[in-house]
C-alpha cells in the first residue's frame, strides 16, 4: 500500500520477492525520492541491507488469473444502467491539483474534470461479500503461490497470504519497514489479519486486503470504474482549491478529529485519540463538502492511473487519465497503480500523504490491510470545453 511516499524495498521472503510499501518519514518534511533498497530476509535469521529504507507497497506473491471469477457464475447488476445509490454527485469544474510538499505531485496544474458521481464511502466488506456470492471471484490474495513463477519454493510455502500491519514492541528505527510489516500465511479480505481474524461484526467496515484487480473487478460487476487521480482529487477537496486538508485549514483534532489516522509513537503505539487504531466503520467522520467520508485517513483507495512520479508534467489537462504506462526510479520494472487518501497508519509524524495532494504508489499484485477502493460513475456533460 501505500502510504507511502514511495520506493519499494524488495523483502525476499522465503526466497520470494515481495515489494513492502509505506510513507517516508514526514517527519523529514521534504519528499524523499531515494533508489531501491534491497533487504533480504533469510529464515529463520534476518540479515538487512544497510541502505535506508523508505516503504513503498508491499508486494505480493500470489498469481493474477484473469479467470478469477467462476465462469457458472459470471453476471452482472440485473440491471444494464449502474447502480447509484449511496453515491454523491461531484460537480464538474476546474481545479488546482497538486501539492508543493510532495515532488511526484508538482507541478501544480489547472486541472478540468467532468460531472461524476462517486461511492459516499469506501467499498465495505458486505458489499464485496456480496459480489463474492454472486460471481465466485477469488482475490488475488486467496490464491496459491505459483509454483511455476517460483519452482524453488516448499509446497508449504506457496500457501496464500498477504501482508498484514503488525506494531512493533517498541520504538523503533523508522527506516526499516519489516519491523512493522509481515507476511501472514491466510490472510485475505475475509481474514485482515490474519486466519485468526475474521469480518463478522464489520460488515460496515471497508473491504481490505484487495489489489488492485480485485478493486477492478468488483467496479466491472457493478458497473462502475475505479476513479482517475484527477477525479479523486476533485472529489476530496470537495471544493476548497489549495486548503491544506479535505476539510479546510483545521489541523487534525482541531477542535475534532475529521480523519482515522495515526496519533501517538509510530509504529509502536497508537493513542486511539480519533477513537480508533486500525481501520474504522465506513462514515465514522464527518463528511467533505461534497457528502464523501473517509477521503483522508481510514484505508488508503486504488485508482485508476499508473504511477509514476512526472505524471503531472504531462499536457493533458481536461479529464486526464495518467500516464500509459508505469515507471517507478526506486524499483523500475514494477508495475505500481497510484492509490490516494492514506490511512489509519498515516501521521504528521510519519506519513502526511492523508492530506487531498498526496499520492500512493503499490505494486498491482499487492493487498495489505490498510488499503480499500471506491468506484465512479461517469456522467455525460456538454460543458466540458468551456
Wanted: glycine share 8%; proline share 9%.
Amino acid at each position: 500500500m501505500k502510504l507511502f511516499n514511495h520506493h519499494t524495498p524488495l523483502l525476499l521472503l522465503f526466497g520470494c520477492t515481495i515489494a513492502l510499501t509505506g510513507c517516508s518519514p514526514s517527519s523529514r518534511h521534504v519528499d524523499h525520492t531515494p533508489s531501491a533498497p534491497s533487504l533480504v530476509v533469510h529464515t529463520p535469521s534476518t540479515e538487512l541491507a544497510k541502505d535506508t529504507l523508505v516503504e513503498s507497497a508491499p508486494r505480493a506473491l500470489n498469481t493474477p488469473d484473469a479467470n478469477a471469477i467462476d465462469p457458472a457464475k459470471q453476471i452482472s447488476r440485473p440491471d444494464s444502467q449502474p447502480l447509484l445509490e449511496n453515491m454523491v454527485q461531484i460537480p464538474e469544474g476546474w481545479f488546482t491539483m497538486g501539492q508543493e510538499e510532495f515532488s511526484d505531485a508538482l507541478p501544480k496544474r489547472r486541472i478540468w474534470v467532468d460531472c461524476f458521481w462517486m461511492d459516499a464511502t469506501e467499498v465495505t466488506n458486505e458489499q464485496f461479500a456480496h459480489f463474492v456470492d454472486q460471481t465466485g471471484y477469488v482475490t488475488l490474495a486467496e490464491r496459491p503461490i505459483d509454483p511455476v513463477q517460483f519452482p524453488n519454493l516448499k509446497a508449504s510455502q506457496l500457501e496464500p497470504g498477504s501482508i498484514v500491519f503488525t506494531p512493533s514492541e517498541g520504538p523503533v528505527s523508522l527506516d526499516n519497514h519489516t519491523q512493522w510489516w509481515q507476511w501472514v500465511k491466510g490472510a485475505s479480505w475475509k481474514h485482515p489479519e490474519g486466519p485468526k481474524s475474521s469480518i463478522e461484526g464489520r460488515e460496515r467496515h471497508p473491504v481490505l486486503q484487495v489489489a488492485w484487480a480485485d478493486a477492478v473487478a468488483y467496479a466491472t460487476w457493478a458497473g462502475k470504474l475505479l476513479p482517475t487521480e484527477a477525479q479523486w482529487e476533485r472529489a476530496a477537496r470537495g471544493g476548497f482549491d489549495q486548503k491544506e486538508f479535505c476539510w479546510g485549514d483545521d489541523k487534525p483534532g482541531t477542535p475534532r478529529w475529521q480523519a482515522n489516522i495515526w496519533q501517538g509513537s509510530f509504529p509502536d503505539s497508537n493513542s486511539r485519540a480519533d477513537g480508533y487504531v486500525a481501520a474504522a466503520p465506513v462514515g465514522s467522520f464527518p463528511s467533505n463538502a461534497y457528502g464523501l467520508f473517509d477521503m483522508s485517513g481510514n484505508v488508503w483507495e486504488w485508482c485508476a492511473d499508473w504511477y509514476r512520479p512526472d505524471a503531472y508534467f504531462l499536457k493533458e489537462l481536461r479529464n486526464p487519465k495518467g500516464p500509459d504506462s508505469s515507471h517507478d526510479p526506486a524499483e523500475p520494472g514494477t508495475p505500481k497503480r497510484v492509490q490516494r487518501g492514506g490511512s489509519y497508519l498515516c501521521s504528521d509524524v510519519y506519513c502526511r500523504r492523508y492530506v487531498p495532494g498526496g499520492r500512493g504508489k503499490q505494486d498491482v499484485e499487492s493487498a495489505t490491510n490498510h488499503v480499500g477502493f471506491r468506484c465512479v460513475v461517469l456522467i455525460e456533460t456538454k460543458h466540458a470545453n468551456q
